[in-house]
């Protein structure tokens, strides 16, 4: 097994590979999608220009990583592992992206972490992670998400759209500044960065119109052929307009189009302390793993 940094561009090309090698053994094992970091690449980040940690084997195929990502208020680390890996492999992953993250400058990182998986659990408290509710701890993990799975054949029915507004994808509005560009929450270069992935597809771009031609609502639908799965993230509807079934039609149509396009598997995480999405999701059909 050879030990390499990837940077940049190299690093996601690397990374895709292996999420989708993980997906390709097990459907649904794993903390990631190869979906996720393509979005997390939507943002520019000190961590771009950081020599990524990966582990390739004898054919140059990536086996495993611990990738660093720069969220503005923190530095987390993302262990990657092949689903059959061993607790020795485990262990030695995270003690070298541990010692990777302390050589580049990071006097503390969070991890998320699987509650069903034992094994990384015990390595993590071993170098000194806490979990705890309250976050009051830099060491420690703050944040609970769900994460569930809905098989394409049982998606539902598309909800019908409140009147007054209108549905289109980015392939409909590339005359219009992107929909997500916000300055607290996406970067004004969210479009060329996201047309750097290899998965993102403007036709699964969807985004809702009122009236005056303001963004009521949006989601973004990420669909991998190589593994037939799919990833709804963002998914979000404007304070002005809740409570009129928008992001229902979003998600029911989005899911719809990642049907027709091959998906067999799609995937969609919340918070649980936020009701209005648990509602929604599990209302349409996910089921919590």
């Known amino acids: ?24 053994v097990h459907p649904t094992k794993g903390m990631y999608e190869a979906a996720d970091l393509q979005w997390w690449w939507r943002t520019p980040r000190s961590t771009d220009d950081l020599g990524q940690l990966f582990w390739f084997d004898h054919h140059g195929r990536p086996e495993a990583a611990v990738i660093a990502t720069d969220w503005g208020d923190g530095i987390a680390l993302a262990p990657i592992v092949m689903p059959d890996a061993t607790p020795d492999w485990v262990a030695h992953v995270i003690e070298r992206g541990l010692a990777h993250a302390s050589e580049s400058g990071f006097g503390a990182v969070d991890l998320e972490v699987d509650l069903g998986d034992d094994v990384m659990r015990e390595v993590l408290v071993g170098h000194g992670f806490a979990m705890k509710e309250d976050g009051t701890d830099v060491s420690s993990a703050s944040v609970s998400v769900v994460e569930t799975w809905l098989p394409a054949d049982a998606r539902p029915e598309i909800s019908p759209l409140h009147e007054n507004y209108r549905l289109s994808s980015r392939l409909d509005t590339t005359q219009r500044p992107h929909h997500m560009i916000n300055p607290e929450r996406n970067h004004t270069d969210i479009e060329p960065r996201l047309r750097q992935t290899s998965l993102y597809r403007p036709d699964l771009d969807l985004v809702v119109h009122d009236s005056h031609d303001s963004v009521a609502a949006y989601g973004l639908f990420w669909y991998d052929p190589e593994t037939a799965t799919a990833l709804v993230e963002p998914m979000r509807t404007e304070d002005d307009h809740q409570r009129r079934g928008l992001a229902r039609h979003v998600l029911t149509a989005g899911i719809d189009l990642l049907a027709k396009a091959g998906a067999a598997r799609i995937k969609i995480c919340f918070e649980p302390d936020n009701p209005a999405s648990s509602h929604l999701y599990l209302s349409v059909g996910f089921e919590p793993v």
């Open 1 to 24: 097994m050879r030990e390499q940094h990837r940077v940049g561009a190299r690093y996601l090309e690397a990374a895709t590979e292996l999420l989708q090698r993980v997906r390709g």
